[in-house]
């Protein structure tokens, strides 16, 4: 297991550079110069332009840029923004944000998501199976956005049980609304993984052979069905968690959290390269120790899968 | 019954302008004493540069530096000129200035505003060497070009010139007439020595001689919010009269606007597109305010492309602009939020005529559109090729664009499109290489008030804003003849006869003018915008 592990991270070596030499290839293939952005709509002045785009490496070419970056990530110097703020100090402002906000929409989906999933795979073709069911159709058929601002409109400004944003001290507290929003679909595909999870697995021979032997109710749901139930659950919610920090951004964007979404969509419009490949090298970083987490936790839920 | 209610409101918004700033529909503020402790939330974005006058060129950063720094001069609410830190700004030929200042002027660290303050500062901004995107402001003054060009070591202009203490004098390369009337911008600012010592930590944590200062070292919380409170060494006009201004920081109008709901936030000064139709409603009476200022809208077609050169060219171009409905278009996809175009500047202005000679090719005209087109065609058939209007579609310009299109397409009969561009970098490094194949939006927002900031940069020939390419020797002899006038009125009545050689040639269509729409919370009261569209953060109070 251990040498399984240290493998694995030796293998994030290749992806993190091939990642960040693609997401680089790809923001140095935006079309535009960003410096001129910079000026608006007011007039550009050649010197002062081309002192910019010496300042950022712009005046060179695509190889000589990468390697200067690459140059500067050893030495753990990501470079300045365009305003001159040192990347680094922008990645340790918003990561911790967007990840008490994952984490709390990973919670939120886990929790609800499986409790109601067991109930309504216990309770196949009841009541409660079919109005789950059909919420969660609805929650999954309706656009994100909608979803966010439905909820900012009711719970934060008409009935004023959390603040409509989040804004600057981004506190625990403050995030469940966002997180709830950002969690909301993936909570839907929890409990119908669950559910028929556990639908299948109630007709297991081994679900018979425990019941045969006497064993509660109880215990036959939790130790045996849930168990079993849970290798495809926890397989998306690893992979979920990229997935939210990720895609914070239309999240981020209305309840204003200012998190690795906000700030990666705003890099994105200023062509701001160095900014977005260390965001996006981060967020490679997490879906892969994510994934290494969901096949250890593989192999604690079903000791029948080993790795050489 | 839409054409009443829309001449109803040409009518209000031109009452505006002559009244100068007077309310400009509905809303308005009682004018009550208020707690002046009250600190104020207001809306604003991440300001993308370090804070340093010369080098901070939108509005993020702008309406932060505006209020950390006092210039020689400040507009009040109707534009008009109010001496600062200046006690006297002297000319006799418009060529070279005499600045005097007030004595006992100090930054918040204490050290004098002196005139060397000033002319360093100017001096940095204008050398190439520090690579300021306001280094522009700076072009009047003899010996910008030479501290301006590429490579330049050079640091200092030869223009300006300290006399003693408090004063100095600034030569300008040709006479302006209109030059003091640019000493408010922030750009020129003074700075004090520390700033020289290490700009960008300065720009961080600048030392102003503003009605407000930060509030204290970690004021600057980047990409959430930054906090101002009163300087109380101030000794001029805007005077704060509230505990201090917290902006905090949204990357867009809704998520803001919903917080001005809740009076999670004090003042919002952009209404987002999606609330224009309901805002007044959802915030109710004496919660919001509806005013012109100085800005506007156009599409400028270039003078580069060879069917739009020549006497075809500028039937075509007066075609089209007579075949725009702003009318409609305002009062549909605007909700009334706009004010349909008379001319090159704006309503707000000293000067502002509505009536100049031509201007009747600004209004909706299909009959005679089409009449110009088909002469067009005479001389120079258009064949079947498409007429595009080009914006990056990322801000809020589409639906305008279809529907100036679509107009296009009914009463032309010509093939006409919106063409986008995914973001602003790309159509701005487009146009500035000027290879456009076709029209494209531009606007244009007042650095200072004079008709003159919407004309020179613009329209000059070889100007630095000039994204069509225009060259008129007779336009260019005008705005000349505007600038050595002897006053600024006389000036002003020449700048509207340049505005006429513009009306012939359309350069740019003039579409209409910007409305700002602000709203504000329960808890404060007093809210106003100035000339410029900027609230006058000083004067909110708290209730």
């Known amino acids: 297991m251990t040498w399984y592990i240290i493998r694995r991270f030796l293998q994030m070596i290749p992806v993190f550079f091939g990642a960040t030499f693609l997401v680089y290839f790809l923001v140095f293939s935006l079309p535009g110069d960003p410096i001129q952005a910079l000026f608006g709509d007011r007039p550009v002045n050649e010197a002062v332009a081309a002192q910019l785009r010496e300042q950022y490496n712009l005046d060179e070419p695509f190889l000589v840029q990468y390697f200067l970056y690459l140059k500067n990530l050893v030495t753990f110097n990501l470079g300045n923004d365009f305003s001159g703020r040192p990347v680094a100090e922008v990645l340790v402002q918003i990561f911790p944000v967007t990840i008490r906000l994952a984490i709390l929409a990973l919670i939120f989906e886990a929790v609800f998501g499986i409790i109601f999933g067991v109930i309504a795979g216990l309770r196949k073709g009841k009541l409660f199976d079919g109005t789950v069911l059909v919420a969660s159709l609805i929650v999954i058929a309706i656009p994100i956005f909608v979803l966010g ?149 593989y192999a604690w839920l079903d000791p029948r899968i080993r790795y050489a | 019954m839409r054409f009443a209610r829309t001449s109803k409101l040409i009518g209000l918004a031109a009452a505006a302008a002559l009244a100068l700033s007077a309310c400009g529909g509905g809303g308005g503020t009682e004018g009550g004493e208020g707690n002046a402790a009250a600190v104020i939330t207001a809306n604003s974005t991440e300001p993308q540069n370090p804070l340093i006058p010369t080098n901070t060129n939108e509005v993020g950063g702008g309406r932060v530096v505006d209020l950390l720094f006092e210039g020689l001069i400040s507009y009040d609410a109707e534009g008009k000129p109010v001496n600062e830190m200046a006690e006297s700004i002297e000319t006799e030929d418009s060529k070279t ?60 202009m030869s223009g300006l010139k300290v006399v003693d203490d408090l004063t100095f004098t600034a030569e300008l390369a040709q006479p302006e007439s209109d030059w003091p009337l640019r000493l408010g911008y922030t750009a020129f600012s003074p700075l004090p020595k520390v700033a020289f010592e290490d700009m960008e930590a300065f720009g961080n944590n600048p030392v102003g001689n503003g009605p407000y200062m930060l509030a204290g070292e970690d004021a600057w919380q980047h990409d959430v919010q930054i906090a101002l409170t009163p300087n109380p060494d101030y000794q001029g006009t805007r005077t704060p009269k509230n505990g201090g201004i917290t902006f905090k920081f949204y990357s867009g109008f809704e998520a803001a606007y919903q917080d001005l709901l809740a009076n999670n936030l004090d003042l919002l000064d952009t209404i987002p597109p999606s609330s224009l139709a309901n805002f007044k409603t959802d915030l109710g009476e004496g919660r919001w305010l509806e005013k012109a200022y100085a800005g506007n809208q156009t599409i400028t077609i270039p003078q580069y492309l060879d069917e739009w050169t020549g006497e075809a060219g500028e039937l075509r171009r007066k075609a089209i602009s007579m075949a725009i409905n702003r009318d409609e278009i305002t009062e549909v996809i605007f909700s009334g939020g706009r004010q349909p175009a008379t001319e090159f500047t704006a309503p707000v202005l ?72 995914a973001t602003f970098a790309e159509v701005r490094t487009k146009i500035t290489a000027k290879d456009m194949t076709g029209a494209f939006r531009t606007g244009w927002q007042a650095d200072y008030p004079s008709l003159y900031n919407f004309l020179g940069p613009l329209f000059g020939t070889g100007a630095g804003s000039n994204d069509g390419e225009y060259s008129s020797e007779a336009f260019a002899k ?44 329960e808890n404060v009261e007093n809210v106003d915008t100035a000339w410029n569209g900027v609230p006058i953060y000083h004067n909110i109070t708290g209730k």
Do not use: C
Not at chain 2, 123 to 132: D, S, V
């Open chain 1, 149 to 297: 601002f439905v909820m900012q409109f009711v719970v934060g400004v008409k009935l004023g049980w959390a603040k409509p944003t989040v804004g600057g001290d981004a506190g625990w507290f403050d995030l469940i609304l966002p997180a709830i929003v950002l969690g909301l679909v993936s909570f839907a595909y929890v409990l119908r993984l669950t559910r028929t999870s556990i639908i299948e697995n109630m007709h297991a021979d081994y679900v018979r052979t425990a019941t045969a032997k006497g064993l509660s109710r109880q215990r036959v749901v939790v130790v045996h069905i849930l168990r079993n139930s849970m290798i495809p659950v926890v397989t998306f919610l690893g992979a979920d968690l990229g997935a939210l920090m990720g895609g914070a951004i239309v999240t981020e964007g209305i309840f204003n959290v200012p998190g690795v979404g906000q700030r990666l969509y705003q890099s994105v419009l200023r062509g701001e390269g160095p900014t977005i490949v260390s965001i996006v090298s981060v967020l490679v970083m997490v879906y892969i120790l994510a994934n290494l987490l969901v096949d250890v936790l």
């Open chain 2, 350 to 421: 000293d000067g502002y005529d509505e009536s100049i000679p031509g201007s009747e090719v600004l209004e909706y005209n299909p009959e005679e559109a089409k009449k110009l087109w088909e002469q067009a065609e005479e001389i120079d058939p258009w064949g079947d090729k498409t007429f595009t209007i080009a914006s990056n579609a990322d801000g809020g310009h589409k639906e305008w664009i279809e529907a100036v299109v679509n107009g296009l397409k009914n009463d032309l009969g010509i093939d006409a499109q919106f063409e986008p561009y």
């Open chain 2, 97 to 156: 200035y005499t600045i005097k200042l007030k004595a006992d002027q100090t930054f918040t660290n204490g050290e004098p505003v002196t005139a060397n303050s000033f002319v360093d500062a100017w001096n940095y901004g204008a050398a190439a060497e520090n690579a300021q995107l306001g280094q522009y402001f700076f072009e009047s003054i003899a010996g910008y070009d030479e501290v301006s060009a590429e490579g330049s070591t050079q640091t200092e």
């Open chain 2, 478 to 521: 005008k705005l000349n003849e505007g600038l050595n006038a002897e006053t600024p009125e006389e000036g002003n009545a020449i700048f509207n006869e340049a505005q006429e050689i513009l009306l012939q040639d359309l350069p740019a269509i003039p579409l209409w003018y910007q409305v700002r729409q602000v709203g504000w919370s």
